[in-house]
């Protein structure tokens, strides 16, 4: 396999720098501490992924903010080969997974920035890496575990 130079994904560009919202807020700071929170359901006992203020499983409101795991198991993914807008004209070609967390309940659609595209394979174990997107946030990515 040919070595993969590996592009700079850590310049964001300010366009590129998360907007939080007040449901989403504790994602994107907890991403900067290096932290994957999720949304946890007291009534069904499920996760969800993106924040929202009801439970997307039973429509409850009973909903508490936790630390995930951050391991996962790739459930589907694709290979980006074309993008004509920068950053990510530099970055082609790159993984982008559907990941379902090992807190039942939870996926998520990230980039998998380290993995050679040739090496995705659905049904592999993943683990969230994090990337500074300025002073406050972060962006959560994958990596192969193990
Ligand atoms: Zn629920």
Same mark, same amino acid.
């Given at each position: 396999m040919p070595d993969r130079a590996m592009p700079?994904?850590?310049?964001?560009p300010k366009w590129l720098l998360p907007r939080p919202t007040l449901e989403d807020r504790e994602f994107w700071e907890g991403a900067g501490r290096g932290e994957l929170r999720i949304q946890h359901c007291s009534s069904c006992g499920r996760y969800q992924h993106y924040?929202?203020?009801? #439970?997307?499983? #039973?429509?409850?409101?009973t909903l508490a903010w936790v630390t995930a795991s951050g391991e996962g198991t790739v459930y589907s993914f694709t290979v980006i080969?074309?993008?004509?807008v920068p950053p990510f004209d530099e970055r082609v070609p790159f993984v982008v997974a559907t990941v379902d967390l090992d807190e039942d309940g939870a996926r998520l659609i990230a980039a998998?920035?380290?993995?050679d595209p040739g090496e995705a394979r659905i049904g592999m174990r993943v683990r969230a890496a994090f990337r500074r997107a300025g002073d406050e946030f972060g962006f959560v990515d994958f990596v192969a575990a193990g």
């Open positions: 700079d994904w850590s310049d964001v924040a929202r203020l009801l #439970c997307s499983h #039973c429509g409850k409101q080969r074309q993008n004509g998998m920035p380290a993995l």
